[in-house]
C-alpha cells in the first residue's frame, strides 16, 4: 500500500465513526491532532475510534481531537478534507443541522467552560499559529551560532542573522493581527496598532520622564493594544453611522489605539515584561534546583488540565529579550520522565502485548517530545505511572535547574518542540557543547528516575495481576483497512476506570489540553 493510500484509508476508517460527512461542519489539525467540528456529538462511536490502529487517543475540546501522531496528522487531514468534500448532500435540512449542532455546542461550553480556561485557549490560539517560525528562526539562529564559533562561511553568517532576527524583530505586529482576529476585531488594524511597538520613531517619545525604546512592551504590549484596538472598533461599528464607517472607524480606532499603546501601555508592558524576566532569572539563579523540580514534577499536569498555555507569552517574553528561555529545557524533562516511566511499564508487564505493542510504537515519538501517545495509551490509564513519569521530570528538570543555579544556564530558543527535538534549538551563556551537555544530562536523569520509580513504586500487586495478562491482538473497524500494525486498543482497566473517566480523555472535557501539544 502506498503512503497516500494508507492515509486516505486512515481518514476512510475514521469518517464513519464520527458520524460520517454530514456531521462533520470543520475540519482542522494542529502538530499531533485531527481537530473535527461535529454538528452532532452523540453519532461519534469512541470505542470504535480509539480502537483504530491509527489513532493514539481521542481529546474532547471546543473541537473533537483524533490524536494521530506529528507528520501522520499533516498527511490524513488532506484526505479526510477530500473525503467530506466528495460525499452527496444530505437529505435533510442544512439549517436544522446548524440549528442543533449550535445547541449542542453551546450546551457543551456552558457545562465545560470557564472565563479562565476560555482565556486560556484565546491567549494558545494567537501565539500557537507562531511555533513554526519561532522553529525555523530558531533553528537558523543556532546553525548561524555555531558557523560563527567555528569561524566557517563569514560571508554567509550575516545573512543568516538577517534571517534568523527578522520575525523576532517584527513579532509584535504577528500577536497583534492574531489577537485582533481571536477577539472578534479587524486582524489587520490590530497588527496596524501593535506595529507602533517596534517603530523605530517612537525613540523620540518620552512618556513618564523615560523614552520609549523600539520594541519596549513586547508581546505583551502588542496584545494589550490589539484588545484595546478590538474594544475600540466595536465601539466605532455601533455608532458612527454606515456611510462614514469605512473612513471613520480604521481611523478612530488606530488613533485612539495607538495614543493609548504610546502613553500607556508601551511603558506599563514593559515593566511587566522586565519583571518577568528578572524573577525567571533570579528564581533560577537562587532555587534554581527546587524551582525546577517543581515545574519539571508539575508540567504533566498542566497540560493535562491545559493550564500550560499560560506560560506561552512568558516563553515568548524570555526570547524577546534575552534570546532563549530557560523555562522549557526545564518542563521539557516532564517528557524525559514519561518515557522512562513507559520503558518500565514495558518490563513489567511482559505478557500485555498490546500494552507493550503501544509502547513500542510510541516510544519513537516520545523520545522526539511527543508525549500524548504514551500519556493516553499507558501511563494514564494505569493510574501510578502518571505519577511516576511526574517524578522522573521532576528530577530531570532538578538536575538542568541546579546548573543555572550555578551560573549555566540553559535555554531554547522557540517553543514548541521538546526531548530530543529540542537540540537544535538550544542556546544559552556558556559555551553551546556545555548547554548541550546539561541538557542531554537532564534528558538522562529524567528517563533514569522515570524508569526506576515505575518500575519499583508504579505498580501495586494488584495492578500487576490485572494487567500482566495475555492480550488478544487488535481487530475491528481499523484492521478491516488493511493498515499496518500501531498502537493497540486501550488496556483493560481496573473497575471504576470506565474508559473516558480518567482526565484528558473524551468523557472528561473539562480536564482535556486545551490547544497546546504536549
Not at 496528522?73 to 436544522?96: G, I, N, W, Y
Not at 480604521?250 to 515584561?273: D, K, N, R, W
Not at 533560577?284 to 493535562?304: D, E, T
Amino acid at each position: 500500500m502506498s503512503t497516500d493510500d494508507k492515509n486516505r484509508a486512515i481518514a476512510a476508517a475514521i469518517l464513519p465513526l464520527v458520524g460520517g460527512a454530514e456531521n462533520i461542519s470543520s475540519v482542522a489539525h494542529c502538530m499531533t491532532r485531527l481537530r473535527l467540528g461535529l454538528r452532532d456529538r452523540s453519532l461519534v462511536q469512541d470505542e470504535a475510534l480509539k480502537a483504530l490502529p491509527s489513532v493514539m487517543g481521542v481529546v474532547e475540546d471546543e473541537t473533537y481531537q483524533i490524536v494521530l501522531g506529528p507528520g501522520t496528522v499533516a498527511r490524513v487531514t488532506p484526505e479526510f478534507e477530500a473525503l467530506v468534500a466528495e460525499a452527496p448532500a444530505p437529505a435533510h435540512s442544512a439549517e436544522d443541522l446548524a440549528a442543533a449542532g449550535a445547541a449542542i455546542k453551546a450546551a457543551q461550553k456552558a457545562r465545560n467552560q470557564t472565563p479562565f480556561k476560555l482565556l486560556l485557549r484565546r491567549i494558545a490560539n494567537i501565539f500557537v499559529p507562531l511555533i513554526p517560525a519561532l522553529i525555523g528562526c530558531g533553528i537558523i539562529a543556532g546553525l548561524n551560532g555555531l558557523l560563527i564559533n567555528l569561524g566557517w562561511l563569514p560571508g554567509i553568517t550575516p545573512a543568516l542573522a538577517a534571517i534568523a532576527s527578522g520575525f523576532m524583530a517584527l513579532i509584535a505586529v504577528f500577536v497583534g493581527f492574531n489577537t485582533a482576529k481571536e477577539f472578534g476585531g479587524t486582524p489587520i488594524l490590530g497588527g496596524a496598532v501593535a506595529s507602533i511597538i517596534v517603530f523605530a520613531g517612537v525613540a523620540k517619545i518620552e512618556v513618564f520622564g523615560q523614552t520609549l525604546s523600539p520594541g519596549q512592551g513586547g508581546v505583551l504590549g502588542a496584545l494589550g493594544a490589539a484588545v484595546l484596538a478590538v474594544y475600540v472598533e466595536k465601539w466605532c461599528r455601533r455608532w458612527v453611522p454606515e456611510s462614514l464607517d469605512v473612513l471613520v472607524t480604521p481611523t478612530l480606532t488606530v488613533l485612539i489605539s495607538g495614543l493609548v499603546t504610546i502613553f500607556g501601555l508601551m511603558f506599563v508592558a514593559g515593566e511587566i515584561s522586565q519583571a518577568i524576566g528578572d524573577f525567571a532569572t533570579w528564581l533560577l539563579a537562587n532555587a534554581g534546583a527546587g524551582a525546577g523540580f517543581l515545574l519539571g514534577g508539575l508540567f504533566l499536569p498542566l497540560v493535562m488540565l491545559g493550564l500550560h498555555q499560560a506560560l506561552i507569552p512568558i516563553h515568548t517574553t524570555l526570547i524577546e529579550q534575552q534570546g532563549y528561555t530557560v523555562l522549557l529545557p526545564i518542563l521539557a524533562m516532564a517528557g524525559a520522565g514519561q518515557v522512562g516511566a513507559a520503558m518500565a511499564v514495558y518490563l513489567r508487564l511482559p505478557r500485555n502485548g498490546s500494552i507493550r505493542r503501544t509502547i513500542k510504537s510510541a516510544l519513537p515519538a516520545g523520545f522526539l517530545g511527543v508525549g500524548e501517545p504514551l500519556i493516553y495509551g499507558v501511563s494514564l490509564p494505569l493510574g501510578r505511572p502518571f505519577v511516576t513519569a511526574c517524578v522522573g521530570g521532576a528530577f530531570g528538570g532538578g538536575f538542568v535547574g541546579l546548573f543555572n543555579m550555578l551560573g549555566d544556564k540553559v535555554g531554547s530558543t522557540a517553543i514548541g518542540p521538546s526531548g530530543w527535538a529540542l537540540f537544535p534549538l538550544l542556546d544559552g551563556n556558556k559555551g553551546l557543547g556545555e548547554t548541550i551537555a546539561i541538557y542531554a544530562g537532564g534528558l538522562l536523569v529524567g528517563y533514569a528516575v522515570g524508569f526506576l520509580a515505575t518500575y519499583f513504586f508504579g505498580f501495586s500487586k494488584e495492578l500487576i495481576e490485572e494487567f500482566d495478562v495475555e492480550t488478544e491482538t487488535a481487530t475491528g473497524a481499523g484492521a478491516a483497512t488493511g493498515l499496518e500494525a500501531g498502537p493497540e486498543p486501550e488496556a483493560p482497566r481496573k473497575p471504576g476506570t470506565e474508559p473516558g473517566t480518567e482526565p484528558g480523555t473524551t468523557r472528561d472535557p473539562a480536564h482535556a489540553p486545551a490547544a497546546a501539544e504536549v
